[in-house]
C-alpha cells in the first residue's frame, strides 16, 4: 500500500464534485486541506463536517480550500452539502482510486481512513493527521494553516 509523508508532493487527484469535475490543480496557490472520511451522514462525518463548515471563513481568509473525500456517491455528496449547508468540495471516489493512492482505504477496503493532509501552495504535503479524532480536528488544523501562512 502507498504511503505519503510530509514533504512529498500529493497525487493529483481530480473527480466528480458537489461544485462539478474538479482537479487538484484547479487550487494552484492556495493551500489545500483534503480530508478523507468514511462515509456520509454518520454522526462522526457529520460532526467533522460541520466543523469544517463552521471555520470555512478563516479557512478562505487563509487562501485555503477545503475538499472532503469518501467512497459516498455524488448524489450521497450532494444530499449531505444540503442538508448542512456545506459550502466546501466533497469528491466522490466511487471506485476507491484515490483513497489507494493517497493510502488511505479503510479495514473493510469498502471506505476511506479518516485522515487529513494539508497541502501548501504547491501541492506538497505539510502535515498529516491519521486515525482523526473528529472532535477539536478542524481548529487544529486550522491552527496548522495558520502556522504554514506564517513561515
Not at 32 to 56: H, I, L, Q
Not at 76 to 105: M, P, Q
Request: include cysteine.
Amino acid at each position: 500500500m502507498v504511503k505519503l509523508n510530509v514533504g512529498d508532493k500529493f497525487p493529483e487527484i481530480k473527480g466528480d464534485t458537489t461544485k462539478g469535475e474538479v482537479s487538484l490543480s484547479n487550487y494552484s496557490g492556495k493551500n489545500v486541506v483534503v480530508y478523507f472520511y468514511p462515509k456520509d451522514n454518520t454522526p462522526g462525518c457529520t460532526k467533522e463536517a460541520k466543523s469544517f463548515r463552521d471555520y470555512g471563513g478563516e479557512f478562505e481568509n487563509l487562501n485555503t480550500e477545503i475538499v472532503g473525500i469518501s467512497t459516498d456517491s455524488i448524489k450521497s455528496h450532494e444530499k449531505f452539502a444540503r442538508k448542512y449547508d456545506l459550502d466546501f468540495t466533497l469528491l466522490s471516489d466511487r471506485d476507491k482510486t484515490i483513497c489507494n493512492s493517497c493510502g488511505v482505504t479503510g479495514l473493510t477496503g469498502m471506505t476511506a481512513k479518516r485522515t487529513t493532509f494539508l497541502l501548501d501552495k504547491e501541492g506538497v504535503i505539510r502535515t498529516i493527521w491519521e486515525n482523526v479524532s473528529v472532535k477539536g480536528h478542524a481548529e487544529d488544523v486550522l491552527n496548522k494553516v495558520k502556522e504554514l501562512n506564517s513561515q
